[in-house]
């Protein structure tokens, strides 16, 4: 199958949804791609990544280190702003949550400020 490529940045898909990043941590995941642009993953779909502080040299470098390890000493670290590394284990308790009409992560402070928002203008229909 092959896949289109997005029609504007950030865009997911063929849907009309993007990611918008938002600043309000500099903490997030570095994920290392290789040359072509495509994350380097285990063939399992488990991309090679550090959690880290925007900027963190040192975080970087161990990053870096580990690609040469497992063989993909080209390419670079790229930065994704207030993500975090889960388990399978929590993936599928964000997923039950979710089901549940609940916040599926409440350390995700975007979606909780996004919550706050929404129901201060809307109000609880519960």
């Known amino acids: 199958m ?41 063939g399992s779909g488990n991309a090679l990544s550090i959690e880290s502080v925007r900027g963190d040299g040192v975080r970087i470098k161990e990053l870096e280190d580990a690609a040469k390890y497992w063989g993909q000493p080209e390419g670079s670290a790229k930065f994704y702003s207030n993500m975090k590394k889960i388990s399978e284990e929590d993936h599928s308790e964000q997923l039950d949550r979710m089901k549940n009409g609940l916040l599926p992560n409440m350390n ?5 400020i996004a919550a706050k928002q929404s129901l201060q203008q809307h109000g609880d229909e519960g």
């Open 2 to 42: 092959k896949q289109s490529k997005p029609k504007f940045p950030g865009q997911i898909g063929e849907t009309k949804m993007r990611v918008v990043e938002e600043n309000f941590s500099n903490f997030g995941t570095y994920v290392w791609h290789k040359p072509n642009g495509k994350a380097f993953t285990d």
């Open 108 to 112: 995700d402070i975007g979606a909780i």
